[in-house]
């Protein structure tokens, strides 16, 4: 299977813009749309092609990058392509099962040939390339697709059937869901103990009980900030529901995940919607502020 080095990306956000930039910078042409104009700007500025209807992306580009916010604009999209000569759907987001699955049953009606490929990483990854694609469908498409896929990210297997993805990525998240939570309260701990912030980020995270969400979110945490995000506690909280509700679907217990979850609703109260994840220690912290 051929490949032409022209690809559109559907959704312009934290990561599909970050996907399309490096996909400019490694020389593709890039055509991409987003509702939103200001999104559509942002990535203009970097070389995308930004067009003002789906459509326009998908009558150009024969690979289609999809990056969305919930399942209603995944059936949209699945639904105008419809018309379209066949083109190979790359479904990035993280959504249910059965809603992926119902898009992908209207897409394959079509002709075309939709992948389940969730995203294990953050914006700032995304950024910088360091996303792993866990690649699932057809086999064939997988394989010619791994130029593209490591020319934004630095992994892409091949996890097997349609749906495999999704799965892999469902456990992924549960990892991440607890580790940014364990991080926010070592920190918090050492904090309130007296420890030097820098120095907690530097020893604690080189230790033996370091995570990749204690070296990325550490230190957000000891400078207090959480903005841009990276991960929005609001997006997070849609992507802990579904987890938990395939957990469940699978008879998988789940305590670790179920006890971080009222930190996270915490940090909506507080008005962190739009922070990034990291803000549990904000939360944390100030709950230990409550308790002097």
Known sequence: MSMERIVGVIGLGIMGGAMARNLVAAGWRVLGFDPDAGQREAAAAHGVEAVDSLLAVAEVAPVLITSLPGPAALMATAQALAGLPPRILVETSTLTLEDKDAAAAVLRAAGH???????????????????????????AAIAALQP???????????????????????VANLLV??????????????????LDAEQLVRLAGGGAGASRMFTMRAPMMAAGIYEPPTMR????????????DFAASVGAPTPLLSATAPLYDLAMAQGRGGQDTAAVFAVLAGMADAAD
């Open 113 to 139: 040939t939709p992948l389940d490929c969730p995203l294990s990483g953050t914006g700032a990854q995304a950024v910088n390339r360091d996303l792993v694609v866990y690649a699932s469908g057809d086999s």
């Open 233 to 244: 506690v609001s997006t997070w909280q849609k992507d802990m529901a579904i987890i938990a």
């Open 177 to 194: 869901a607890i580790h940014n939570v364990a991080a926010a309260e070592a920190m918090v701990l050492g904090m309130r103990a007296g």
């Open 148 to 170: 593209l896929f490591l020319d934004f990210a630095r992994d892409a297997p091949d996890v097997g059937v349609f749906g495999n993805g999704s799965r892999m990525k469902f």
